[in-house]
Each structure stands twice: as C-alpha cells, then as structure tokens.
C-alpha cells in the first residue's frame, strides 16, 4: 500500500504492521516482509545468494559431498593396497635378508640352493638360470648377506588424502557450528555440520 510512515531521525528501523493488513515491512529500507535479522543494505544481496543457492547452489553443494566421499572411499583403498603391497615386499625382504647373500660384483640377491659354496650369480648349483644376475663366480663364505631394504609403511597424508583435504568449492563445508541446532529439525540433538541458514525474516 501507499501509506506512508514518519520516523525520527537517528531512530533505528524497526518492523511496521500496516492497518491495511499488508505484510509489515522494515521501516529501513521499506522491504517487506520485514528482515529481522542482517542490515538493510545486505538484503537484495542475501535474497540473491538464497535464489542462487536454490537454483543451483545447493544442488552443486551435494555433487561436491558426493564426489568428496567416493574419493574418500577410493583412497582409503589405495592405502589398503599400498599396505598390503608393502607387507609383502617386507615379507620378502625379511626372508632374502635371513637366506640371500650379495654378488660382490652386481649386487644382486643370491641365494644358495644346496650344499657347495662356490656360487654363479644368477645361477642355480647345476648352471640352469632362476633369476637375474651378472653370472660372477664367488664364494658363499665371502659374500656380505643381504640387508633387508624396506622404507617406512606408506601413511595417510595431506598429500594421499586430497579429498579431505580439498576445502569444499562452496563455503561452510565441513564447518561445525558449535551449540547450533537446526530450527527445523533439531539436527539430533548435534550442532549443525556445513552450510547453515538462517531467515532474515524470522525473529
Ligand atoms: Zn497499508
Ligand atoms: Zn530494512
Ligand atoms: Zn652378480
Ligand atoms: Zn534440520
Ligand atoms: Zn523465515
């Protein structure tokens, strides 16, 4: 409606009910319905990023939470695997390093299969090839044993863990807001986890 509404100066805006029963609005700005919450100023802004967050914003929003915890999900696999990869390499050094010997001259693992101690690098006790090697001729007595080589197991890190470590592309994800519930659904007793809202229009 038209009415119009005498305010004194220095006066702070405030809800205005009109006799005619249209929505009250903020004495402020004049929007209507009344925000009780956030500056004049910021009004148009908020109600444009709400639209935006509702023709789109929120729809994105779940992608990145999706694609966030396949990713998780995926690499909480590779570490398994790398795990497991790197518990076998370490069964098998553990057991070269208790059985082999080194060739003086390559390097190589060797290990010495029956009772004589003249040895051909990458050869078995009758010539037949197992592995390779540089077919040096030594004795086992004089060849230093093999030293087991076997880094650290591999670890979660910020550089393994890109997806939790990735911040969200909208903000407010994964943000706690401590002592926050939900007005609408309680969120369970919790504080509310990533994006919180509230109305500017509701007290
Ligand atoms: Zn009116
Ligand atoms: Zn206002
Ligand atoms: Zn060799
Ligand atoms: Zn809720
Ligand atoms: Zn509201």
Redesign the pocket.
Known sequence: CSAAVVIGAGEARRRWACACGAPPACTGCGASPYHYHAQCRDVQTLRARWLAWLQGGREAYRNLERRAAREATAQQKALREALARHAELEGDEDWKAANCRVCPRCRSAVEKVGGCNTIVCGQNAHGGNRQPGCGHRFNWQDARPYVARVGRAPRLTAHTQPALARQGAVSGRGVRHLFA???????GGKC?LGPRFRCIHCQ
């Open positions: 519930q939900c007005a609408l659904c309680g969120s509310i």
